[in-house]
């Protein structure tokens, strides 16, 4: 499934990044590589953007560039 | 074709040994750049190791700022760069471009590093380790400086560093800047580093991706945006969770960090935004309270100075540039320094502490409505002081095009020059009244004016976005840093950097501006002739004013007023405010001294004083009606918040842009905006019967 639909506070464990553009090169040089634990700690107040922890440090972005990140529980 | 590499290979050992001392460098000198993530302690430790020996520039042709100071290694000195603050060398932003133009010697008259001491943060060792990746691919030298080492433990992180040297096959040093601990060993593994070349088999890549790291220096620039960029990406990282997980023990914790429930609280649902707004609100109350003492002592020392000026040397044209060219023109720009210091001061707290990427995430989805990043937010956020460090703190945007948004839409927020000109208005003509009974008039237009730049912004970015910037939305993946107690002495030093940067390239253009000013408003000297028509026009308004406003009247300003007046007349201005409005295009709170000067209560007036808001009610036009209505008032202020009327502003847009057509259409639309919106507000203010 993707990182969006994933349950607040629950980890995970990232498939892919899809796509080959500005934002996945720039998640996946943050960190965000197949194969990396992650969980979503807590979406913005106005709903966007959300806040991801993995290789302990947190990451935030919007939903739409979370669309892109393919993970499996 | 390349010159031939003396680098030699022994495949056995991995490890190549080259000896060049200096040999990229012919002054001798040791060239060494800092590196690392950004709020990974690399401004602590620069400073450490520099002290004050610091040297602030531009990069020729670009915006970011080049630092660097001189560090005493060994017995020699050596040049230390510190880089910008980055998460990866791939060339996506005007930030790694630099930087990489610096590791590979292509920035003009900057030799290529003979070592790079990379900052890793220990409490973020995996992301940090990937920038270290990178930076061992550039052939250059690499010492890693393990910062935050005492935070580290607090969080029960146990990092061997001999393993991690061992594995990363480089030195590896613990600094504790601040005490700087570990500054004696990191200054001799870098000084051996540098003398002795040593370039690691980077296990990461391929065969032969080595082969050509070694060969080609600019190989990077190659592997940006394709396939194989990604897959490169994803080997540093397998490569780095490898070293993590040898050098590394985590103790697991199942408590939350404070850090977490610092963050619960300031990003919460409710709290967080209210919490934002508190911390706003303090900024400008402290801003516009604090500075208020300084601001008035150095108005009163300028005042002081141009008079002793005025009596030590004798009377003249020279005497006259000095005091009323030059030093008050200078003055005109030190009066808002205490300002600037304290926004400055505020901002690298915020910046430091990690609230300020918060501050981007709260309202992110409100910023990208109109088509902005969450990180406008600053820039934006300090242009109400003064548009200037506002328009300099848009470098953090990394799209071109958002960032062009932000800077053309920055000076719509009322900044402190406007100050005086709102306190003289609302003083002159809506002193004393209320509104429901309660609130005084006067602070309702002043949030009214406030309101108007804001929301003219939104507009402005909203359309801008969609017609001349159209792009897609930017992305927002960012940090958020850990909360950490800034470092004192790096937010000063920050502080005292950003406001002499703010003289220096403002400051000069200010002073040309004031003397160009003061030469309008000076020549032609009443003495001298007046052409026949001029002569008629100045004489109907001459009645029983001073020498000085005489003066004024005659001078090349006051024609050009003349020659403005059938444009602003429909505003509801006369030629006298016209020439304030010239004489304000140069800085705001020049129209104030300006309309001293022309109804003649003398130019070191304050905009609050009761001689120059009689003066206002009481003037006159040409015809003998009253110059000045509460619309007049009005319609002035209104001006006043779209125009654009700094020439310190339009020098930094220019720079920033590196584009005159960019900086003219800004000049224009908002003057035309402005005039527009004014004649909206006089023509429907009379239809109104006010």
Redesign the interface.
């Known amino acids: 499934m993707i990182l969006t639909n994933l349950p607040i506070g629950e980890i995970a464990k990232v498939v892919s990044v899809n796509g ?1 553009n ?10 965000v ?4 634990a992650l969980k979503i ?2 979406t ?6 959300i ?1 991801v922890r993995l ?8 939903k ?2 979370a669309d892109s990140i393919e993970v499996s529980e | 074709m390349k010159p031939p590499k003396s680098t030699t290979r022994e495949p056995a050992s991995g490890v190549a040994t080259v000896e060049e001392p200096n040999a990229r460098n012919p002054r001798g000198r040791l060239v060494i750049a800092l590196a690392g993530n950004p709020n990974a302690g690399k401004t602590t430790l620069f400073n450490a190791l520099t002290g004050l020996k610091q040297k602030v520039a531009n990069y020729p042709g670009v915006t970011v700022e080049r630092k660097e100071g001189i560090w005493q290694i060994g017995g020699e000195q050596a040049l230390l760069i510190d880089l910008p603050g980055l ?2 060398l ?1 060339v ?1 932003s005007i930030d790694e471009q630099i930087a990489h133009d610096v590791l590979t010697g292509k920035v003009p008259n900057l030799p290529k590093p003979d070592a790079v001491i990379a900052v890793v943060d220990s ?5 940090n380790l ?1 920038l270290v990746t990178q930076l061992l691919e550039y052939n250059i030298p690499v010492v890693m400086a393990l910062t935050m080492i005492d935070l580290a433990e607090k969080q029960s992180l146990e990092i061997d560093t001999e393993k991690l040297s061992a594995l990363m096959q480089i030195p590896v040093v613990a600094v504790k800047a601040v005490r700087r601990e570990g500054i004696a060993e990191l200054t001799e593994k870098t000084l051996k580093s540098a003398h002795g070349h040593r370039i690691p088999r980077l296990p990461w890549l391929t065969e032969s991706e080595f082969a050509e790291t070694v060969t080609e220096e600019d190989v990077h620039l190659s592997l940006t ?1 394709d ?1 194989g ?2 897959r490169r ?2 080997a540093r ?2 490569f780095i ?1 490898d070293v993590y997980q040898e050098s590394v023990r985590a103790v697991e914790t199942h408590e939350r960090s404070v850090s ?1 429930k610092i ?1 619960g609280v300031l ?4 709290f ?2 209210v919490i934002l707004v508190g911390v706003l609100l303090l900024v400008f109350q402290t801003i516009f309270s604090w500075a208020e003492l300084p601001m008035h002592l150095l108005e009163s020392g300028v005042g002081a100075l141009g008079e002793f000026v005025k009596t030590q040397m004798p009377p003249g044209v020279l005497t006259d540039l000095v005091a009323d060219g030059i030093i008050a023109g200078v003055g005109g720009v030190i009066v808002f320094l205490p300002q600037i210091l304290l926004l400055f001061l505020f901002i690298s707290l915020l910046e430091d502490s990690g609230y300020m ?1 918060r501050a ?3 309202l ?3 910023m ?1 409505k109109f088509g902005l990043h ?1 990180k406008a937010f600053l820039p934006l956020m300090s242009s109400f002081a003064c548009a200037i460090p506002g328009i300099m703190a848009t470098r953090t945007i990394e799209n071109p095009k958002d960032r062009l948004a932000t800077i053309l839409i920055a000076p719509f927020m009322s900044c402190s020059a406007r100050l005086p000109v709102y306190t003289l208005m609302i003083g002159s003509f809506f002193t004393g009244q209320t509104v429901f009974g309660v609130v005084s008039l006067g602070a309702v237009l002043m949030l009214a004016m406030y309101g108007l730049g804001i929301v003219t912004a939104i507009t402005v970015a909203f359309v801008l976005k969609r017609t001349l910037l159209k792009s897609p ?1 930017p ?8 909360y950490r107690v800034p470092n004192l002495r790096s937010v000063f030093q920050n502080m005292f950097l950003r406001a002499g940067l703010f003289l220096k390239r403002a400051g000069t253009v200010i002073l040309a501006i004031s003397i160009l000013l003061w030469a309008l408003t000076y020549f032609p000297r009443t003495a001298a002739p007046p052409a026949a028509n001029q002569t008629t026009a100045a004489g109907e308004a001459e009645t029983g004013v001073g020498e000085e406003s005489r003066q004024i009247q005659n001078s090349y300003a006051g024609r050009l007023g003349r020659v403005i007046e059938p444009a602003i007349r429909p505003l509801g201005f006369d030629w006298k405010i016209g020439v304030g409005l010239i004489a304000s295009f140069a800085a705001r709170e020049v129209l104030v001294s300006t309309l001293s000067i022309i109804y003649n209560v003398g130019k070191d007036t304050e905009a609050d004083s009761a001689t120059l808001t009689q003066a206002i009610r009481d003037a006159k036009k040409d015809d003998g009606t009253p110059a000045w209505t509460p619309l007049t008032a009005l319609t002035l202020m209104v001006f006043f918040v779209l125009a654009m009327q700094c020439m310190s502003t339009i020098a930094i847009v220019r720079r920033e842009t590196n584009s005159w057509a960019w900086t003219l259409f800004m000049i224009g639309y908002m003057t035309g905006l402005a005039y527009v919106a004014s004649l909206i507000t006089y023509q429907g203010g009379r239809l109104l019967g006010f």
């Open positions: 080959n500005a934002v996945t090169r720039r998640l996946m040089e943050m960190g590589v197949p194969g990396v700690v807590k913005a107040p106005f709903g966007d953007p806040e290789r302990g440090y947190s990451l935030a972005m919007r739409s560039e | 998460y990866s791939d996506t409490t973020n060792l995996e992301r990937y945006g396939a960029s990604n990406i994803f990282y397998n969770s977490e963050d990003t919460h649902k409710i967080g935004l990427a981007a995430f709260l992110d989805k409100v990208s969450g939305p992305p927002f993946v960012m940090e958020l840093p850990p």
